[in-house]
């Protein structure tokens, strides 16, 4: 079984332009979930798939959009990037059903804007 | 506005020492609280949960709804509790997802 993967590990990207961050979910998880974690905060809710359509989302502009995929992969994508987009973007995969279940998160995209 | 405030960035303490990390929470409804853990170069990873009323690795929270808080608290801090801490209330009760995490707390366990 393999964990949730992130692509790329940091990327450095110019005010104006457009970045996708990718994710892979853990075997077997349908819902992934995204945040953006600024220096010195606490990881902050962007919005959440499941079954391929948004299910929850954050208080993010509708630059931040996102897919998942049949194969419950996602894509993040930032348009127009600005400087305070710079941050660790984390993926988090969970199964969904009755009872519990936790969210497994990913290492993070290190995404740094100039 | 819901709202999670963690009020220390940092917390030093002495191996052995009891240690308690505050969380308060400004929910409206009953949330489900969670504290997660990020360890030096490792991932965020969940803690432990509110509702289980659990003790993991010797750590146990409870929910004060007088007090709106969620305190984690060990009796005896160990080494490899160094780590960083971050409360986080859930917007959908009974699922770990769609979090309002704190702006954390890291906690320094020295001999």
């Known amino acids: 079984e393999t964990g949730v993967t992130q692509s790329p590990t940091h990327l450095i990207k110019t005010r104006g332009q457009q970045v996708t961050l990718r994710c892979s979910s853990q075997s077997g998880h349908n819902t992934v979930s995204w945040y953006q974690q600024a220096l010195g905060q606490g990881p902050q809710f962007i919005f959440q798939y499941y079954r391929e359509e948004e299910n929850g989302r954050g208080n993010f502009p509708p630059r931040f959009s996102g897919l998942q995929f049949p194969n419950y992969s996602s894509e993040l994508n930032v348009n127009a990037l600005e400087l305070d987009d710079s941050a660790l973007y984390l993926c988090a995969s969970r199964s969904s059903g009755q009872g519990f279940h936790e969210q497994y998160f990913g290492p993070g995209t290190r995404l740094t804007v100039t | 506005a819901q709202r999670v405030t963690q009020p220390e960035k940092l917390l030093s303490v002495f191996k052995g020492a009891p240690v308690e990390l505050k969380c308060n929470y400004s929910?409206?409804?009953?949330?489900?609280l969670f504290w997660y853990v990020q360890y030096s170069r490792q991932r965020l990873q969940l803690l432990l949960r509110?509702?289980s009323r659990e003790s993991i690795k010797g750590f146990t929270a409870d929910l004060n709804k007088g007090e709106t808080s969620f305190h984690l608290k060990k009796p005896f801090a160990q080494e490899e509790d160094s780590a960083m801490y971050y409360c986080?209330?859930?917007?959908?009760?009974?699922?770990?997802?769609?979090?309002?995490f704190g702006t954390g707390t890291r906690l320094q366990v020295t001999l």
């Open positions: 929910y409206s409804g009953s949330p489900e």
């Open positions: 509110h509702i």
């Open positions: 986080a209330p859930a917007r959908v009760p009974g699922t770990a997802s769609k979090l309002t």
